[in-house]
């Protein structure tokens, strides 16, 4: 128990930090440059558990006990005996699963964003032949370290179930930041000095002598925030072309925070 409950920690770590890396990295940003640590990682992790993950882990959960619950549920017994039948032929063929997710393997480019299929189904079939149902007609009996070796290889396949799956989520939220930057926090720099922020959408303005913070540049949104480092793109920011601007909050620089602007819809009470 205490094995498995190490691995899905260490599977949250894992996945929050591929997220982060994906999602940072598409705006040129490094994980460990700006800062996150393995709490933050537990926590982007979640960003997997959708309603749609959810649902199936429940039900690859509960498949086992199914002819148990049909029987609570007052199914005829020659119904579950069916049903239980059924799932040890499945066990059974978990050959042909490991099959389907080298064959996979082959149509990788042709999957794109279905890659995830293959190894999952390798990692699937491994784990039902280690199933009762599944050696029960084997003609020799399993050794320990054959079954642990069949574990560790199912393991690494979900751990990269979970880096295909992470990776791509980061990425398709970097982009959806990307195109709607105008709803984020927006940021306005006054300097003492003139600042190289230029950018599309970046406003100069030089408001005179005589006070203490001269420049002002706005037209910016806030990335993120960490150690009195604002990383902040200009309104009009593409990944191919434009720089993410890091602020140091100093003597010389005032960095104000304001709202962004509202979606379209958004209820206007506060």
């Known amino acids: 128990m205490l094995g498995a409950g190490s691995f899905v920690v260490a599977l949250m770590l894992y996945a929050g930090y591929l997220y982060i890396e994906a999602?940072?990295?598409?705006?040129?940003?490094?994980?460990?440059?700006?800062?996150?640590?393995?709490?933050?990682?537990a926590l982007r992790s979640l960003r997997l558990v959708t309603l749609p993950v959810f649902a199936t882990l429940v039900v690859l959960v509960l498949?086992?006990?199914?002819?148990?619950?049909?029987?609570?549920?007052?199914?005829?017994?020659?119904?579950?005996?069916?049903?239980?039948?059924?799932?040890?032929?499945?066990?059974?063929?978990?050959?042909?699963?490991?099959?389907a997710g080298a064959v996979l393997m082959a149509l990788w480019q042709p999957l794109r964003g279905l890659n995830w299929l293959a190894p999952l189904c390798v990692a699937v079939g491994l784990l039902l032949g280690q199933t009762s149902a599944a050696t029960a007609r084997s003609p020799r009996r399993r050794r320990a370290w054959e079954r642990a070796v069949s574990l560790v290889?199912?393991?690494?396949?979900?751990?990269?179930?979970?880096?295909?799956?992470?990776?791509?989520?980061?990425?398709?939220?970097?982009?959806?930041?990307?195109?709607?930057l105008v709803h984020r926090v927006a940021v306005v720099v006054l300097s003492t000095e003139r600042l190289s922020l230029t950018g599309p959408g970046v406003v100069d303005e030089n408001l005179g002598e005589g006070l203490r913070y001269r420049y002002r540049y706005s037209g910016l949104r806030?990335?993120?925030?960490?150690?009195?480092?604002?990383?902040?793109?200009?309104?009009?920011?593409?990944?191919?072309?434009?720089?993410?601007?890091?602020?140091?909050?100093?003597?010389?620089?005032?960095?104000?925070?304001r709202p962004g602007v509202r979606p379209h819809g958004a209820s206007t009470r506060g």
């Open 23 to 41: 999602f940072y990295s598409y705006f040129h940003l490094g994980t460990f440059a700006v800062g996150f640590d393995s709490l933050e990682f």
């Open 63 to 99: 498949i086992p006990y199914t002819p148990e619950l049909l029987a609570l549920l007052g199914v005829p017994e020659r119904r579950v005996r069916a049903v239980r039948e059924y799932g040890h032929t499945l066990a059974r063929l978990h050959p042909f699963l490991i099959v």
């Open 153 to 180: 290889v199912a393991g690494v396949f979900l751990m990269w179930v979970v880096a295909l799956a992470a990776g791509d989520l980061g990425r398709r939220d970097a982009r959806r930041t990307a195109h709607r």
């Open 222 to 257: 806030l990335l993120v925030e960490r150690d009195h480092r604002y990383y902040v793109l200009p309104l009009g920011w593409r990944k191919d072309r434009d720089a993410t601007f890091v602020i140091e909050d100093d003597d010389s620089v005032r960095v104000e925070l």
